[in-house]
T-cell receptor, first 113, second 112 residues
Framework: DAKTTQPPSMDCAEGRAANLPCNHSTISGNEYVYWYRQIHSQGPQYIIHGLKNNETNEMASLIITEDRKSSTLILPHATLRDTAVYYCIVREGAYNQGGKLIFGQGTELSVKP | DGGITQSPKYLFRKEGQNVTLSCEQNLNHDAMYWYRQDPGQGLRLIYYSQIVNDFQKGDIAEGYSVSREKKESFPLTVTSAQKNPTAFYLC???????????FGPGTRLTVL
């Protein structure tokens, strides 16, 4: 699986958009980009994933660059409850490596009032 | 409500004792996973199971054992052979062939 690079921490004002970047310059053509988040002392929560097209769901939007070497997770109106560690994960289909998700250090997002 | 439950939330054991962590899901998921998380670190895979009566070692299986006798249950035993068992343990499940994993609330194990 491709390695990902994320900033260790970011701040965002409540009500503003939070834009979390992720670099995955070695991504291969059949690898997807997944985003999870982990609120302190809880289990991770799936947010969104994509292959090459931009994706949006009720939680967030995912913007993947045309060369697929980087992506941005957008929380359109951040709230205090969005304070968490956000993980960007790149991987192939689940049957490779038994569906293992490789969680790196992630980005610690702090939403401030 | 469907979901994954882990019990207990906090667990204390004396060094040298085996301890079993519970993980149950009613999502009808085929695949289940155990991860370990140390302070300030990401998750590391201990064991996973894609089907009943079958499981595979993850990256850090030494000192751990699992069983998968029922689709709904995937208990993890932390044995005395695990050198540093104090950690936050997370169980997850997924539909076979999908990468969206659903996580339980975790069990924080402290070995005294």
């Amino acid at each position: 699986d491709a390695k990902t690079t994320q900033p260790p921490s970011m701040d965002c004002a409540e009500g503003r958009a939070a834009n979390l970047p992720c670099n995955h310059s070695t991504i291969s053509g059949n690898e997807y980009v997944y985003w999870y988040r982990q609120i302190h002392s809880q289990g991770p929560q799936y947010i969104i994933h994509g292959l090459k097209n931009n994706e949006t769901n009720e939680m967030a939007s995912l913007i993947i660059t045309e060369d697929r070497k980087s992506s941005t997770l957008i929380l359109p109106h951040a709230t205090l409850r969005d304070t968490a560690v956000y993980y960007c994960i790149v991987r192939e289909g689940a049957y490779n490596q038994g569906g293992k998700l490789i969680f790196g250090q992630g980005t610690e997002l702090s939403v401030k009032p | 409500d469907g979901g994954i439950t882990q019990s207990p939330k906090y667990l204390f054991r004396k060094e040298g004792q085996n301890v079993t962590l519970s993980c149950e899901q009613n999502l009808n998921h085929d695949a289940m996973y155990w991860y370990r998380q140390d302070p300030g670190q990401g998750l590391r895979l201990i064991y996973y199971s894609q089907i009943v009566n079958d499981f595979q070692k993850g990256d850090i299986a030494e000192g751990y054992s699992v069983s998968r006798e029922k689709k709904e249950s995937f208990p993890l035993t932390v044995t005395s052979a695990q050198k540093n068992p104090t950690a936050f343990y997370l169980c997850a499940s997924s539909i076979a062939g999908r990468n969206e994993q659903f996580f339980g609330p975790g069990t924080r194990l402290t070995v005294l």
